[in-house]
C-alpha cells in the first residue's frame, strides 16, 4: 500500500501527545522523538526510558515492521510502554509512515 505523506501529517496529530518529529524534535519523557527512525534499530535514543521488550526487541524499523506496531502496539511488542491502541486503517498506518520516512536522524 503506498502512503501519503501529506495525509500522514494529519494522521501524526493522534502521536503528537507524546512524540516530536522534524527539525529540532527532542525525545520528551512522554516518547521518543522519531527522526530517523525508519532504518533504525528500536529503543536506542540515547537517555530514552525505553520498556525493556523495547530495547530488547531486536527490531529494526522499517515500513514493515512499523506498520506492524502500529496496528497494534501491545500486540506486536508485549510489554511495550507505548499506551497507544494502534491505528485500525491500514490507510492510516501507511500515511503516517511515508511522513515519518520524511525526516533524517538530525
Ligand atoms: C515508541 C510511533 C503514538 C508513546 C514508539 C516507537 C515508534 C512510535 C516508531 C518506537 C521508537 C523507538 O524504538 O525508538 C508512534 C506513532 C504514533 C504513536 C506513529 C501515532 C500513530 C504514541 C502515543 C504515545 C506514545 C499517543 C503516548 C500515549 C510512546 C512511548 C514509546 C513509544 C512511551 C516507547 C515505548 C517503549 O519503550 O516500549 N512510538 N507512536 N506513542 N511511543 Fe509511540
Known amino acids: 500500500m503506498v502512503g ?27 516518547g521518543p522523538h522519531l527522526n530517523g527512525i525508519i532504518g533504525q534499530e528500536a529503543g536506542t535514543n540515547p537517555g530514552f526510558n525505553y520498556s525493556n521488550a523495547n530495547k530488547e526487541s531486536g527490531i529494526v524499523w522499517d515500513a514493515e515492521t512499523l506498520m506492524a506496531y502500529l496496528e497494534n502496539p501491545r500486540q506486536f511488542l508485549p510489554g511495550t510502554r507505548m499506551v497507544f491502541p494502534g491505528l485500525s486503517s491500514e490507510q492510516d498506518r501507511a500515511d503516517v509512515v511515508a511522513f515519518l520516512a520524511q525526516f533524517d536522524g538530525e
Not at 4 to 30: I, K, L, N, Q, T
Open 4 to 30: 501519503d505523506p501529506a495525509s500522514g501529517e494529519a494522521v501524526f496529530r493522534r502521536c503528537m501527545a507524546c512524540h516530536a518529529v522534524g527539525p529540532g524534535a527532542r525525545d520528551r519523557p512522554s
